[in-house]
């Protein structure tokens, strides 16, 4: 059975090109080019520049010894651990969850979708607040957790959960147009030819929907290396344990120690190109796939 291919979202708009009586005057598109350049120019571009003039300042000795100390290390290990863990829980509630509310009806449908949107509502501080209350050593579990001997605030699991919970968005976010545009006649085609649950899964859907959810990994997998409000409640700031890349540019820049802070944000900002990189990369395949003709 032929599959149809569809676009996420993103890329669907570069189907459409820009009616010549809609295009503006020379000026006026100069005008508006010049003032995102210059916006661009000025609060992007100088800013992540001076990152790495700063980082570079006392050469590279100074930066390869900010980058090798063991407490930078160690938050470069704690911060892709917490990525590793939230991405793939993510792409599996985002997938299951896209899955609920375009392929069913329900009784509470538009609650589950508010829940998702939740934590772009509330503050990161207020969630990690909000895990100290519930398993703090004072919290609703606290007394339990003690008398078994789990740490989840300031430990790892705490920075996790934290972790998650700021990310669960994106990639159900990505999914749920993209599978309610798609409708559900390929998969109930397919059910009907005798494909099993996981086999239409794997042949229809995830074909359908793979550029939109490598897009919402790509953009989880960024929001949780640099998630810094709900982690910064949770983690306790101790050097060398519960510090994370971000807590610990904020830690070396409090000591005066601005030429390692500038080299540890040199590292975050580079993983930010990468994620650039590679979100280009993932439109550019879209836009492709999106201008390819339907299989019949």
Known sequence: MAVVAHAAPFARAQRFEASPAASDPPLVKWVIIGISLTFFALFLLLPLLAVFVEAFKKGWEAYLRAVVEPDTLSSIRLTLLAAAVAVPLNVIFGIAAAWAVAKHDFRGKQFLITLIDLPFSVSPVIAGLIYVLVFGAQGWLGPWLLE????????????????????????????????????????????????????????????????????GVILCNARAMGEFGAVSVVSGHIRGQTNTMPLHVEILYNEYQFAAAFAVASLLALLALVTLVL??????????????????
Do not use: C
């Not at 086999?199 to 929907?209: E, K």
């Not at 979100?279 to 019949?296: L, N, S």
């Open 148 to 215: 078994h001997d789990i740490k989840v605030v300031f430990a790892v699991p705490g920075i996790i959960l934290a972790t998650i919970f700021v990310t669960v968005p994106f990639v159900a976010r990505e999914l749920i147009p993209l599978m309610q545009a798609q409708g559900r006649d390929e998969e109930e085609a397919a059910l009907v030819l005798g494909a099993s649950g996981f086999r239409m899964f794997r042949d229809v859907t995830l074909p359908n929907i793979k550029w939109g959810l490598l897009y």
């Open 279 to 296: 979100k280009t990369f993932v439109e550019w395949r879209a836009g492709i796939q999106a201008q390819e003709p339907e299989a019949p």
